[in-house]
């Protein structure tokens, strides 16, 4: 079973700039973190 997380994209753009293998969440056609 999957688990869907709601998770904060600011928050992910400020992991971003100190670890660059962080992924991008922000997707139009594949949203793995589910976003609507």
């Known amino acids: 079973m999957f688990k ?3 998770i904060d994209e ?4 400020y992991l971003q700039k ?3 293998q962080v992924p ?3 997707y139009r056609t ?3 973190f589910g976003y609507l």
């Open 10 to 13: 600011d928050y992910v753009k």
């Open 4 to 6: 869907f997380y709601n």
């Open 30 to 32: 594949n949203n793995k």
């Open 18 to 20: 100190i670890d660059k």
């Open 24 to 26: 991008n969440i922000h």
